[in-house]
């Protein structure tokens, strides 16, 4: 697995600037540069462990560290290590999965509170595919149609509030294809008219789904837009 090799790699990164066996980590000072990639470093790994719910013991990991670092005798013989290592692998993958199929199911719970809320907002209309829209300003314009491009202004928000993405913000609109976007604007594209400006409200199935959007948009995540149709190109 990729985390093997990158622990490996931030292992002997880390290595470089161990200059005492015997200091203790409370007692590290950041005195140059390579202190501070090798804390950044140890850091990085930490956060990664933290939210990958891995059970390592950061003191015991620092030990290994320095013993392989500094040519100790290990308290390994290399096929321990690997058998070890091996068996980790194994049990990390399993919960790997058991954690995504829970974060999974506490998501898709969290969303059906929050669509149900929101459906019962004054001025919002649920369509059947799960898409919810408020008209905020009505168009005077023809819709578009599937194979259509258009131009528009619009905001992106999860529904903590983040905002993800937004033209306005850019000062600049954008162009697209209708068909070339998620589900949810596409649905949303064909009903609006030129001149109008909604509200919507995407589920994730409708959006992005259970592979997220890049490090912005986190997986099964409800999305919120405020989109402006200015024009049909």
Known sequence: MKYVSTIIISVFIIAISCSNSEQQAEDVKLNDYMDTVSYSVGVDIGKSFRYQEMDINPKVLAKGLEDAFSEKEIELTEEEVQLTLGKFRQEFQQKQREVAQRKAQEAAAAEQSYLVASSQKEGVVSLPS??????????????????????????????????????????????????????????????????????LTIPSGLGYGARGGGAKIPPNSTLLFEVELLEIE
Not at 137 to 165: E, I, M, N
Not at 179 to 186: L, Q, R
């Open 130 to 199: 799960g898409l919810q829209y408020k008209v905020v300003r009505p168009g005077d314009g023809p819709s578009p149609l599937k194979t259509d491009k258009v131009k528009v202004h619009y905001r992106g928000t999860l529904t903590d509030g983040t905002v993800f993405d937004s033209s306005y913000d850019r000062g600049q609109p954008i162009s697209f294809n209708v068909s070339g976007v998620i589900k949810g604007w596409t649905e949303a594209l064909l009903l609006m008219q030129v001149g109008a400006k909604w509200e």
